[in-house]
């Protein structure tokens, strides 16, 4: 039950920072049907800025909080920049072009931002400076109970208090009828008097800001960071955003919170499951490897990053549309 | 000076001329009519005044400006409203939400607010059902929510592309009383109609459209009278 616990809450925050990154693609998915490869790339690009900036000021004496709201607060307007360069240099000239082509554009946007992070922040795995001390909240009264850290309740507040301030942003602001008028019909949202680049640019950008406090989230729980860590990354925040059913907000935050709890789920119990001594008790031809290594599993907690494709491939095969989507997508 | 003119305005699709030179005025106040059949190129005519498709030749004048290279949301905020072909309402949108994105670029709040009662008294359907998405309104009540979506942004010149089209009769005759309402409180009308009988009855003007260019204009009455209308749009 502990152990149960224990990976419900790695779960629970590793699905939220998914669900903040998910929420990326799906807003430039429902306003311009373009898959934005490049948008983990963005996340790296946070991440590694928040890095540069901890690091400077790691040796300063300011309080750790402080530093980690600097280091956000330097990647934020960094991925913006980055966010609403990449949509006006890239993307828009394609605007009417072939769904294929603005397709293959964002995966070599994605490369070139690896390979831009790469001459910056060298193709070393960095460590983050450990400027905070983890600290541990038991949920029960052993030591083996579930516990969830500091950082964990920092990453899981941060990721709701965004979602619901986008949320609010897009269903009550004027700005945000706009954002939804455009995904329902540009030209007519044009005929309204909106300007219907600046809401893509606007987009772009707050897609982008999103990424950046995911970057920050994901180098402080993890406590490393990589130039190709985006890659990765995005796939995964990609799939959960089409089990929720991509350009929906909220099948975002499902999609993210469930692929977060499957990954965790699955790491935590499908290595006791295939386990070649548990397997022994149900199956023929698992005594000899029981008798050898007792501890080895068929598949063990290295597949984790599987869960989250063999998801992918579920839903593409049985719902298209995702949990919460309502048109199956017929484009590329 | 008219509030609208068009000067030998060319529209191509692809290098095919969908309109080959027209010339057309609506002066402020009135309610002028498009008339012609079907890819006469009246719809075009309007696509390229609001700037949906590029002009391939000629000029759109508009309160003494060429707004022939300005791009679509800066037509719509010199208060050139189109309601267009098909009535192009946001489904997933509230009705009230839709009459926002209307007043999109207004800014006075109360002014605002007192037309979106004035144009729930012209419609007090919507009022009814302003919390539903536009998707869930028939065909005439999306009409409706479009015309009063145009009304938000207090236009000086409303555009009204096929307002009749696939409406029940019934529904046809309760849209043209709100365009002749909107007529008599002094928005000037640029309509374009099938219907050329009821396009004709309620315009001041009227120009006939034929493969891309004017072949005949005039008071709306003369053209009810005239010998060719008859013939081919009245069929009589």
């Given at each position: 039950?502990d152990?149960?616990?224990q990976?419900?809450i790695?779960?629970?925050?590793?699905?939220?920072?998914?669900?903040?990154?998910?929420?990326?693609?799906t807003?430039?998915?429902g306003?311009?049907?373009l898959i934005?490869?490049?948008?983990?790339?963005v996340?790296?690009i946070?991440?590694?800025?928040?890095?540069?900036?901890?690091v400077?000021?790691?040796?300063?004496?300011?309080?750790?909080?402080?530093i980690?709201?600097l280091g956000t607060?330097?990647?934020?307007?960094?991925?913006?920049?980055?966010?609403?360069v990449?949509?006006r240099?890239?993307?828009?000239?394609?605007?009417?072009?072939?769904?294929?082509?603005?397709?293959?554009?964002?995966?070599?946007?994605?490369?070139?931002?690896?390979?831009?992070a790469l001459l910056?922040w060298?193709?070393?795995?960095?460590?983050?400076?450990?400027?905070i001390?983890?600290?541990?909240?038991?949920?029960?009264?052993?030591?083996?109970s579930?516990?969830?850290?500091?950082v964990?309740?920092a990453?899981?507040?941060?990721?709701?208090?965004?979602?619901a301030?986008?949320?609010?942003?897009v269903?009550?602001?004027?700005?945000?009828?706009?954002?939804?008028?455009?995904s329902?019909?540009?030209?007519?949202?044009?005929?309204?008097g909106v300007?219907?680049n600046?809401?893509?640019?606007?987009?772009?950008?707050?897609?982008?800001?999103?990424?950046?406090?995911?970057?920050?989230?994901?180098?402080?729980?993890?406590?490393i960071?990589?130039?190709?860590?985006?890659?990765?990354?995005g796939?995964?925040?990609?799939?959960?955003?089409?089990?929720?059913?991509?350009?929906n907000?909220?099948g975002?935050?499902?999609g993210?919170i469930?692929?977060?709890?499957?990954?965790a789920?699955?790491?935590?119990?499908?290595?006791?499951?295939?386990?070649?001594c548990?397997?022994?008790?149900?199956?023929?031809?698992?005594?000899?490897?029981?008798?050898?290594?007792?501890e080895?599993?068929?598949?063990?907690?290295?597949?984790?990053d599987?869960y989250?494709?063999?998801?992918?491939?579920?839903?593409l095969?049985?719902r298209?549309?995702?949990l919460?989507?309502?048109?199956?997508?017929?484009?590329? | 000076?008219?509030?609208l003119?068009?000067?030998?305005?060319?529209?191509?699709?692809?290098?095919i001329r969908a309109?080959?030179?027209?010339?057309?005025?609506v002066?402020?106040?009135?309610?002028v009519?498009?008339?012609?059949?079907?890819?006469?190129g009246?719809t075009t005519?309007l696509?390229a005044?609001?700037?949906?498709?590029?002009?391939?030749?000629?000029?759109?004048?508009?309160?003494?400006?060429?707004?022939?290279?300005l791009?679509?949301?800066?037509?719509?905020?010199?208060?050139?409203?189109?309601?267009p072909?098909?009535?192009?309402?946001?489904?997933?949108?509230?009705?009230?939400e839709?009459?926002?994105?209307?007043?999109y670029?207004?800014?006075?709040r109360s002014?605002?607010?007192?037309d979106e009662?004035?144009v729930?008294g012209?419609?007090?359907?919507l009022k009814?059902?302003?919390?539903?998405?536009?998707?869930?309104?028939?065909?005439?009540?999306?009409?409706?929510?479009?015309?009063?979506?145009a009304?938000?942004?207090?236009?000086r010149?409303?555009?009204?592309?096929?307002?009749?089209?696939?409406?029940?009769?019934?529904m046809?005759e309760k849209?043209?009383?709100v365009?002749?309402a909107?007529?008599?409180?002094?928005?000037?009308?640029?309509l374009?109609?099938?219907?050329?009988?009821?396009a004709?009855?309620?315009?001041h003007?009227?120009y006939?459209?034929?493969?891309?260019?004017?072949?005949?204009?005039?008071?709306?009455?003369?053209?009810l009278?005239?010998?060719?209308?008859r013939?081919?749009?009245?069929?009589e």
């Open positions: 039950m152990t149960f616990l990976q419900v790695n779960g629970l925050t590793l699905g939220c920072v998914y669900a903040v990154v998910a929420l990326g693609y807003m430039v998915y306003i311009i049907q934005n490869f490049a948008h983990g790339e996340v790296m946070g991440c590694m800025t928040a890095f540069s900036v901890i400077a000021l790691a040796g300063s004496g300011l309080p750790p909080i402080a980690v709201l607060s330097a990647a934020v307007p960094v991925c913006m920049i980055v966010g609403y990449i949509e240099v890239a993307y828009r000239p394609l605007r009417n072009a072939p769904r294929l082509a603005p397709l293959i554009t964002a995966i070599g946007v994605s490369i070139v931002l690896q390979h831009l910056v060298s193709r070393n795995i960095i460590a983050f400076p450990q400027i001390q983890l600290k541990l909240f038991r949920l029960g009264h052993s030591d083996t579930a516990a969830i850290s500091n964990q309740v990453v899981i507040v941060a990721s709701v208090v965004m979602m301030g986008l949320l609010l942003l269903h009550r602001t004027k700005v945000g009828i706009a954002m939804r008028a455009t329902q019909n540009p030209l007519v949202a044009g005929l309204m300007d219907v600046r809401v893509i640019s606007f987009t772009f950008v707050v897609g982008a800001a999103l990424g950046a406090v995911a970057g920050v989230m994901v180098g402080t729980y993890y406590g960071a990589h130039y190709q860590m985006g890659f990765l990354l796939l995964k925040a990609f799939s959960a955003a089409v089990l929720g059913g991509i350009g907000l909220a975002a935050v499902l993210g469930l692929m977060g709890l499957i990954e789920l699955g790491a935590g119990y499908v290595g006791d499951f295939t386990n070649v548990f397997l022994d008790k149900f199956l023929p031809g698992f005594s000899n490897a029981c008798f050898a290594s007792p080895s599993s068929l598949f063990g907690s290295n597949y984790k599987v989250a494709f063999i998801v992918l491939i579920l839903v095969v049985f298209p549309s995702g919460l989507g309502e048109r199956v997508g017929d484009r590329a | 000076m008219s509030l003119a068009l000067e030998a305005l060319e529209v191509a699709y692809g290098g309109v080959k030179g027209i010339d057309l005025a002066e402020s106040g009135e309610l009519c498009l008339i012609g059949a079907n890819g006469a009246k005519t696509r005044v609001t700037g949906l498709v590029p002009a391939a030749g000629g000029r759109v004048l508009y309160d003494g400006a060429d707004i022939s290279r791009r679509v949301h800066e037509i719509a905020r010199r208060g050139l409203a189109l309601v072909e098909g009535r192009g309402v946001f489904p997933q949108l509230t009705i009230e839709n009459l926002a994105m209307g007043a670029a207004r800014s006075e002014a605002v607010r007192a009662e004035r729930y012209l419609f007090p359907r009814e059902r302003r919390r539903q998405t536009a998707g869930t309104l028939s065909g005439g009540e999306q009409q409706m929510l479009a015309m009063a979506r009304l938000m942004s207090r236009p010149l409303l555009a009204l592309d096929e307002p009749s089209m696939g409406l029940a009769p019934i046809v849209v043209f009383e365009i002749r909107i007529a008599a409180e002094g928005v000037t009308l640029l374009v109609e099938q219907n050329a009988r009821l004709l009855e309620t315009s003007r009227g006939v459209l034929e493969g891309g260019l004017v072949t005949l204009q005039g008071e709306a009455r003369a053209l009278g005239d010998p060719r209308v013939e081919a749009y009245l069929g």
